[in-house]
């Protein structure tokens, strides 16, 4: 099997090989997280040969057996090497009931190196906080960035490479298939559905799954729109579909879990004061938000930007917000650490009107942290004006330090 290399998170867990936490992978299904392991183990065999490496994938039939704490516990005491370097590796542990209760007597022993992922944010947070604060540290997954899927793919950086990653995602299977919509949505449209019916329907006892794809539906045709529980509660009245409102909040909250879908609150620029409405979501991958749509992509270009820049956001570990600025809105707001960014998409800037609106709004943020305006205009990438760098949308995808 050849392994392209994922250094963005191998050099982000690394430091914290043979140092006492347990290493928590977590994210979507088929992001690549059981990859990400064997890059681990190999840097490990290379780096210690004689190292004892456990290995453990619930979706593999061979471990079928191990459902509960005490089947996980016998497995790994019967294949440690007490002569040697121990590390387990768990694959999908949230499918391994009570598995915090065998991760907690190993770390407590210091038997092995405990490396896991999962799929499913809500179990694992509660798991991993109440059994096992300060002992973990968690490493977020995500589909694969630009510069990363024109690597998996062998594609130059181009105009129509652009297009492909904005409308096939980054899943990283794709790279094995045929880049058409016959094929690789026939694939995403079978990850989509294992998603829903794995870590949603069944993991939080879903039992309207009709109106929970409906419910998908709706916050892949509305990406980057301000929206409330009470707006799609009427909408869907309009629809002659009485749902509650707490209902669409609990399935809303569901589709996070599962990493399918991602909240974005609103902050008061100023004092980044928390907003309690008007929330946005933005897809984990843009492959599977478009394998369920009727894809326009003229008409959904704006959306497609705009949810390819908050990933690139959290792919490289900023916290990210919508702005307000008094009554005006900034796109994005990026926090790490002490610094910020601040980004407005436009798909165009036609004309004067527009650069003033986009332009405008970041001007009137008070502070001299970075400021950029993505768009599609070719012409004027690298542009700067009063502060304000304008960045085509593949040169802002390819930067890494922003």
């Known amino acids: 099997m050849k392994l392209i290399n994922r250094n963005l998170y191998t050099n982000r867990i690394r430091p914290f090989i043979d140092k006492g936490v347990i290493k928590v992978l977590t994210g979507q299904r088929r992001v690549g997280k059981s990859y990400i392991l064997f890059q681990l183990i ?40 007490h002569s040697a370097s121990n ?69 130059e950086d181009t105009d129509l490479s652009l297009q492909k990653f904005l409308t096939y995602g980054g899943l990283p299977h794709l790279s094995r298939l045929e880049l058409s919509d016959e094929v690789a949505f026939e694939y995403l449209k079978n990850v989509y559905s294992t998603i829903l019916l794995k870590d949603v329907v069944s993991r939080e006892n879903i039992r309207n ?35 509650s409102v707490n209902l669409i909040i609990n399935y809303l909250k569901a589709l996070s879990n599962a990493y399918i879908v991602n909240k974005v609150q609103r902050i008061d620029v100023k004092g980044l004061k928390k907003f309690e409405i008007g929330d946005k979501y933005y897809f984990e991958d843009l492959g599977l938000r478009n394998c369920k749509q009727h894809l326009e992509f003229v008409n959904d270009i704006g959306k497609l930007m705009e949810n390819a820049v908050y990933q690139h956001l959290r792919i490289h ?53 970075r400021k950029y305006v993505v768009t599609l205009d070719s012409f004027s990438s690298g542009t700067n004006y009063k502060g304000v760098e304008q960045l085509h949308l593949r040169e802002f995808l390819n930067r890494i330090e922003l």
């Open 42 to 81: 190999n840097e490990i065999k290379k780096d210690n040969p004689g190292a004892n490496i456990i290995y453990i994938n619930k979706e593999q039939d061979e471990f079928k057996t191990i459902r509960t704490d005490d089947d996980l516990s016998d497995y790994i005491q019967g294949h440690l090497i």
């Open 317 to 369: 570990n900023y916290q990210v917000y919508i702005g307000k600025l008094d009554n005006l809105e900034i796109d994005f707001v990026g926090i790490k650490n002490d610094s910020k960014i601040y980004i407005q998409v436009a798909y165009m800037l036609h004309d004067e009107k527009t650069k003033e609106r986009e332009f405008g709004n970041l001007l009137k943020i008070e502070n001299n942290y």
């Open 209 to 243: 799954v009709d109106f929970l794809e409906t419910l998908s539906d709706y916050v892949a045709d509305n990406v980057g729109s301000l929206f409330s529980a009470n707006n799609i509660h009427k909408f869907l009245k309009s629809q002659r579909i009485d749902i």
């Open 87 to 155: 590390y387990v590796f768990i694959d999908e542990v949230q499918d391994i009931e009570h598995f915090e209760n065998t991760l907690r007597s190993l770390q407590a022993k210091e038997q092995c190196d405990i490396f896991i992922t999962g799929s499913n944010a809500k179990m694992l947070s509660s798991e991993l906080s109440t059994y096992l604060s300060g002992r973990y540290v968690e490493f977020r997954i995500h589909s694969l960035c630009y510069a990363e899927f024109l690597e998996f793919h062998g594609l």
